[in-house]
């Protein structure tokens, strides 16, 4: 796989912690296929444009986000891609001011639409922690 190929993949998960941070609503939704899927821990999945719509304007009136994405791996065919990567960071609660150091796992799959690349599918949860 290309270098510009990687880079053009990773590009729209980059996009989308720099603007969940940042609570950009439409920027997060725009990153998405129409049909996409996001599927949290814990919480129903959400699919098109209408749902990812209502989970994130849930999830920024909840929390702030401080997340900070490393690549683990990156697969290309064709006009489909997946980006395994996790984040560090931390996330605030609105209601409480609690603010709570997370580690996360995170799935991309991403379509390229019209020469673009989107999100089309994405997971995550917190890895299980070591038992002592």
């Known amino acids: 796989m290309s270098t510009h190929l990687t880079t053009s993949v990773v590009l729209p998960v980059e996009r989308y912690f720099e603007a969940l941070n940042k609570h950009d609503l439409d920027a997060v ?8 899927a996001v599927m ?12 990812l719509r209502g989970a994130y304007t849930h999830g920024f009136a909840m929390m702030e986000f401080e997340r900070v994405p490393e690549i683990d791996e990156t697969i290309t065919e064709r006009d489909l ?5 996790h984040t560090k960071g931390t996330f605030t609660l609105k209601a409480s001011g609690m603010r709570m150091e997370a580690v ?6 991403l379509k390229r639409v019209a020469g673009e690349w989107k999100i089309h599918s994405y997971m995550f949860n917190s890895p299980t922690p070591p038992q002592q």
Request: glycine share 6%; aromatic share 6%; net charge negative.
């Open 29 to 36: 939704v725009g990153l998405f296929t129409d049909d996409a």
């Open 40 to 51: 949290a821990s814990e919480a129903p999945t959400a699919v098109g444009t209408a749902e």
């Open 81 to 85: 891609a997946v980006v395994r990567c």
């Open 104 to 109: 996360s796992r995170e799935l991309f799959a």
